[in-house]
């Protein structure tokens, strides 16, 4: 059974940090590219970072220089470090994992909320 679940997310102040995992599980972990998405309150889903099966990353230039992003294939296992946190960081985060060939499977989401 493909599962992705995703922890870490909640209530921090401006300018601080949260790390975000996504633990895989049901499906080679190594072959997907896995992505964080989030979505805040009446906006649409948007893509804040994306590290490919060869570990090549992309972020959003709204988080460029506060994010990073990682995987460790041995615990099939993605890690969203995020930095400087600001209000406009406030969403729901969700984790992806896309493959060409076998599909696009979503995590059931995490809160993050950025406020003082």
């Known amino acids: 059974q493909l599962q992705l679940v995703e922890s870490g997310g909640g209530l921090v102040q401006p300018g601080g940090s949260l790390r975000l995992s996504c633990a895989a599980s049901?499906?080679?972990?190594?072959?997907?590219?896995m992505s964080w998405y989030r979505q805040a309150p009446g906006k649409e889903r948007e893509l804040v970072a994306r590290?490919?099966?060869?570990?090549?990353?992309s972020y959003a230039d709204s988080v460029k220089g506060r994010f990073t992003l990682s995987r460790d294939n041995a615990k099939n296992t993605v890690y969203l470090q995020m930095n400087s946190l600001k209000p406009e960081d406030t969403a729901v985060y969700y984790c992806?994992?896309?493959?060409?060939?076998?599909?696009?499977?979503w995590g059931q989401g995490t809160q993050v909320t950025v406020s003082s």
């Open positions: 049901g499906f080679t972990f190594s072959r997907y590219t």
């Open positions: 992806n994992a896309k493959n060409s060939i076998y599909g696009d499977y």
């Open positions: 590290i490919t099966s060869v570990g090549f990353v």
